[in-house]
């Protein structure tokens, strides 16, 4: 008798403890989304996914990967036993991690949306990642500041406003004259800080760098092919790259505590004039609390280094923004995916709740100029893509052959600035670790 | 008595044996399996042989760097903690009042995770450095320094609790005999309490050093690595690793094979060596 009963407990116990967790019911009518950008995390639980339940009856699943955990995040949920149906890749470099996981996209609806197809991703052949949003960045200024510096009196330049600013000789006197004219214009430096704290230094081994990186190479391709690379043009980076420092709120040797919402801060909080970041910086901005700058004196600046007939020069734009669906999805939750998506992005409701709510620059052909979002950095993004005599920057940086080499550059950058390291040294850590990084990558 | 033990054995061991299967020893296994192939989800793998171990050390040499810098913070602070915390234990075993509401104060450290303890320092250590407008990611030496004040501030209240516990056991009848034969108290020291709290300074010297080389979270709060991986440990390069390059999972989890080797080489090492000179009950 107590022999079975305790064989009937060992037994119930085993049980127990195997189904503790819970098995999740996969569902066939929920498309499960991997969300890459945190700020608008809500957006998606408590606007998209209702609404897309009301229309069309099916359920969205969002999940949202913590500010730089996408990667994690998306490496375990890809290892379930019911992995995300869409997800976020970052380009094409992004895509080579998850090669044997993204579907051919060419018959879907959401690509028939695509205004211009050359900007997708392809893969033997294949549409494998579509864009979703358009971001373009440059140097960010206060317009109220500039009016202000170019109302005094005793100013060493001959323009009179901001907009005349369209070369790096000129960006560089008047930045150089309001650092003389700091307490006139009531602010700490001209420049907010160059962040570069652990991890936030993604503006400058990134963004920043793209400017030198698409003049040697011209374009994404050839780039994203490139095994090696000479920084021909690092005189130019570093002739930009010490305005920003020399002119900063922060002192040199304290910038390695800073991070791009301290510098993001700053710029709200009108203690600088200036600071390089792009369109999605809007909401840091407006929403700072204590913000003194006024939505329509954010303005956009190309970034000027000096190259050659520049003042054709206009923003960074681009997208690290692509949308893939997994391949390992059953045919139904594909047909799902491909729903939501087209819904998302041409139905009224969803056009309404990209414009009013994610306000996402979309490259899609199902919007037309009114739709398009009102924050003020959007517009300006809009108003420098559609100035005349003005052409794009792309966004070369996402042919950069690993994480390690912007990680190295960074890291050069920041030694650098302590004085730890001459130039000459950070050009030769650029190129060397191009080469060893193209390799690894098979290039 | 011993019947019904055998009889119930299973049942109470059981849940906590799968547990342990399932989150320890398969996990183990597997992460060894992996450190032999190339894979982004743990699930689709290709076996590569040794290339992982072999790019480990090739690639870059970031992986010998850290280990030579955790080396060296394991070995200083393994002296600083214990010789500070056994000058506390002896120090907090004597008759003066507030012993324990000291023994509580250098206690507490211990309470608040690596993480956190790891952001109160850096703005402690950059509020200082500010002073001379610098950072702590400035210099590796201050990075290092950085993290053996953070060490010490962390772990000597828990090893002074064990030393005190060690110190109170001694028989006084051996301290009164060497007190009647006019020992003084540095002889006391060296010729009872160190012997007879030997077994105590073995755990204690076992947790510091697997500690030190095991530190992660305190490293990734306090400098990431800044600048340029110098201050980059073990741990934190491993994880660093897995996300550095396409197809570089399968690196990170065979360095990750290789310090657990090196871990557990060391660690047994140093508890063979101070076993020996624990005196026998």
């Known amino acids: 008798m107590k022999k079975t009963l305790s064989i009937i407990l060992i037994i119930a116990l085993a049980l127990s403890s195997a189904f503790a967790g819970g098995a999740s019911e996969s569902n066939a009518n929920e498309v499960y989304f991997l969300n890459f950008k945190p700020e608008i995390a809500d957006v998606y639980t408590d606007i998209v996914a209702p609404a897309f339940e009301e229309e069309t009856g099916l359920s969205l699943r969002v999940v949202t990967a913590a500010s730089n955990q996408y990667q994690t995040t998306l490496r375990s949920e890809m290892a379930k036993s019911n992995p995300p149906v869409i997800f976020q890749v970052n380009g094409p470099v992004g895509v080579q991690a998850f090669t044997n996981d993204v579907a051919p996209l060419e018959d879907t609806g959401f690509y028939a949306l695509l205004a211009d197809k050359s900007m997708a991703i392809e893969q033997n052949g294949h549409v494998v990642g579509i864009p979703y949003a358009v971001e373009g960045y440059g140097i960010i200024y206060n317009d109220a500041i500039m009016r202000k510096y170019f109302a005094l009196p005793d100013k060493a330049v001959d323009i009179s406003s901001a907009d005349e600013i369209r070369n790096f000789a000129t960006l560089k006197a008047v930045v150089e004259d309001m650092t003389k004219h700091l307490d006139e214009l009531g602010i700490k430096g001209v420049f907010a800080s160059t962040s570069m704290a652990s991890g936030t230094d993604w503006r400058w081994q990134t963004h920043l760098f793209n400017m030198p990186l698409w003049k040697e190479f011209g374009d994404i391709l050839t780039t994203t092919e490139a095994s090696t690379f000479e920084f021909t043009y690092n005189e130019n980076y570093k002739a930009l790259w010490d305005l920003y420092l020399d002119n900063s709120t922060t002192a040199k040797g304290m910038v390695s505590a800073k991070t791009d919402a301290d510098s993001m801060a700053e710029f709200a909080l009108g203690q600088c004039a200036m600071v390089q970041n792009g369109n999605w910086g809007a909401a840091q901005i407006l929403g700072q609390a204590g913000n003194v700058v006024a939505s329509e004196d954010i303005k956009f600046l190309p970034l000027y280094m000096g190259f050659e007939g520049e003042e054709s020069q206009g923003l960074c734009v681009g997208t690290e923004n692509y949308l893939s669906i997994n391949i390992h999805a059953s045919d139904e939750a594909k047909k799902n995916a491909d729903t939501f998506l087209t819904w998302l992005f041409s139905s009224e409701t969803g056009k309404k709740i990209v414009k009013e709510n994610l306000m996402f620059i979309t490259p899609f052909n199902s919007f037309t100029e009114e739709e398009l979002p009102e924050d003020p950095l959007a517009k300006e993004v809009n108003r420098w893509m559609n100035m005349d005599g003005v052409t794009s920057v792309p966004w070369a940086f996402q042919g950069i052959p690993s994480e390690q080499w912007k990680q190295d550059f960074g890291g050069a950058l920041l030694q650098y600035i302590n004085g730890s390291m001459d130039w000459n040294a950070v050009v030769e850590i650029a190129r060397n670790s191009w080469s060893v990084e193209a390799e690894i990558a098979g290039r | ?281």
Not at chain 2, 44 to 72: E, I, P, S
Not at chain 2, 260 to 274: D, H, S
Request: with cysteine; hydrophobic share 55%; net charge neutral.
């Open chain 2, 1 to 281: 008595m011993e019947k019904s033990i055998k009889k119930y054995f299973a049942l109470f061991a059981l849940p906590a044996l799968i547990c342990f299967l399932i989150s320890f020893v398969i996990p183990f296994i597997w992460g060894f399996v992996l450190s032999f192939c190339e894979f982004t989800t743990i699930t689709d793998v290709t076996f590569v042989g040794f290339k992982n171990y072999v790019r480990a050390f090739t690639v870059d040499n970031y992986f010998t760097h850290a280990f030579f810098f955790t080396l060296a913070f394991a070995i200083v602070s393994v002296i600083t903690i214990n010789i500070i915390a056994f000058a506390l234990a002896l120090a907090l075993t004597r008759s003066i009042p507030g012993t324990n509401a000291f023994r509580t104060i250098f206690f507490m450290p211990n309470l608040i995770g690596g993480i956190v303890l790891g952001w109160i320092w850096q703005v402690i250590i950059n509020g200082v450095l500010a002073y001379f407008e610098k950072t702590i990611a400035v210099d590796a030496a201050y990075g290092f320094w950085g993290l053996v004040v953070l060490m010490n501030w962390q772990n000597v209240g828990y090893m002074m609790v064990i030393y005190i516990a060690a110190i109170q056991n001694i028989p006084t009848d051996m301290l009164e005999a060497a007190d009647i034969d006019g020992a003084n108290y540095w002889t006391k020291l060296r010729k009872i309490i160190i012997p007879a709290v030997m077994p105590s300074i073995t755990i204690c010297l076992f947790l510091t050093t697997t500690n030190g080389f095991k530190l992660y979270d305190q490293n990734l709060a306090l400098t990431a690595g800044n600048p340029n991986h110098q201050t980059e440990m073990l741990a934190l390069n491993i994880f660093n690793t897995f996300y550095s390059r396409i197809g570089f999972e399968g690196v990170g989890q065979a360095k990750a094979v290789i310090f657990t080797i090196l871990v557990a080489m060391i660690a047994l090492l140093q508890l063979y060596t101070t076993r020996r000179k624990e005196i026998e009950n």
